[in-house]
């Protein structure tokens, strides 16, 4: 198990009241059961959570036990996207103290492979990250965790502003990747959470120019709310593309630089391939589809790269800085927020699966 906890059962002592968790039991049953933690390492810290997100990810294993290719195999603890309290600080621990607000980055990497020495520790194969089987997450009371993986949060920024900088760090990831600057006029396909923090992060990193497209008229109004210059509704037909490619230009004016697919379904990522001028870079964020057929030929006689994001690495800080300045306000992203009982578990978790008015569900422990 990871660093935040280990199975009922694990008998270690944490000293203090019973911690609670949201277990993923079986499809679409939670249960809120104890959770033991375990020890406190001289570098670690133990956060009593009060912001946790629910995530796209979260949702899939809890209606189909698996995202991508991880398979809960066992009952599992939700939930990564967090912020919280510190409680108790390890004893080699100089950057914390009791009493601290902190956002946590979910993934401990093991910093011993190549891609961790390189300083791609998010492509780390020995990777334990919060609610990715078989690791617990941090939908609890309390989880340990290791402080170099534990963000101060400043006096401007809140907790739930803390958990946000999770789903935030796929947008800012993101644009690093794809050299989002103020020349770039970035193209995004998807108006979710994920495409919604892109567009928040492209703005950030300068990009002058923004165009979204979506098939919800909600989703599209949201993201005008938030920047957009232009929105686009398409929709989920593939013989729709070119003209819809057509639209796409007219919306932007000028050529698109950098597409970020972030539904990652075939017509996405083709419509994507396609409105993409030449020299530019399509970033797949979205994980929709795992195989698509795509017109990636006439693409490539263009020179359009086409890049691959995983999760996120370094993140952290600059999210912060970003919240703190002004620069990102991330706080209309949260539509929903719910306690942490049983009853009020399971309701989130149905709020945000239906999606419809629903874009970040938040947990106030």
């Not at 797949?284 to 693409?299: I, K």
């Amino acid at each position: 198990m990871g660093k935040g906890g280990m199975s009922v059962g694990e008998e270690v002592k944490d000293g203090g009241e019973e911690n609670l968790a949201a277990w993923l039991v079986g499809i679409n049953s939670l249960k809120i059961q104890p959770f033991n933690l375990p020890p406190l390492g001289p570098h670690d810290v133990r956060v009593r959570m009060k912001a946790v997100g629910i995530c796209g990810s979260d949702v899939h294993y809890l209606k189909t036990l698996q995202c991508a290719h991880f398979v809960v195999k066992e009952p599992m603890v939700m939930g990564h996207e967090c912020a919280g309290v510190i409680e108790e600080v390890g004893n080699e621990v100089k950057s914390l103290v009791p009493g601290d607000r902190v956002a946590l980055e979910p993934g401990i990497s093991c910093w011993q492979c190549g891609y961790c020495k390189e300083g791609r520790y998010n492509l780390c194969p020995d990777m334990k990250f919060f609610a990715t089987p078989p690791v617990h997450g941090s939908l609890a009371n309390q989880v340990v965790h290791p402080a170099d993986l534990s963000f101060k949060l400043p006096d401007n920024v809140s907790l739930e502003e803390g958990a946000m900088c999770e789903p935030l760090s796929v947008g800012v990831h993101a644009c690093r990747r794809a050299n989002v600057g103020p020349e770039t006029n970035v193209l995004i396909m998807g108006a979710g959470p994920i495409g919604l923090v892109a567009l928040l992060s492209a703005r950030a990193f300068g990009a002058p120019r923004i165009v979204i497209v979506d098939v919800d008229d909600y989703r599209l109004s949201v993201a005008k709310d938030l920047g957009a210059d232009e929105i686009v509704k398409v929709s989920t037909v593939m013989q729709d593309v070119a003209e819809e490619v057509v639209k796409i230009h007219e919306a932007m004016g000028t050529g698109v630089d950098v597409t970020f697919d972030c539904a990652g379904f075939s017509k996405t990522m083709s419509t994507a391939l396609s409105a993409t001028g030449p020299g530019g870079k399509v970033c797949l964020v979205g994980m929709g589809h795992n195989e698509m057929t795509v017109p990636l030929t006439p693409a490539a006689a263009r020179e359009v790269d086409v890049i691959g994001i995983f999760r996120y690495k370094n993140t952290w800080p600059l999210c912060i800085q970003f919240l703190t300045s002004g620069k990102i306000d991330v706080k209309p992203l949260i539509t929903h927020r719910f306690g942490f009982s049983q009853k009020e578990v399971e309701e989130a978790f149905e709020t945000s699966a239906r999606g419809g008015t629903a874009i970040k569900v938040m947990f106030n422990l």
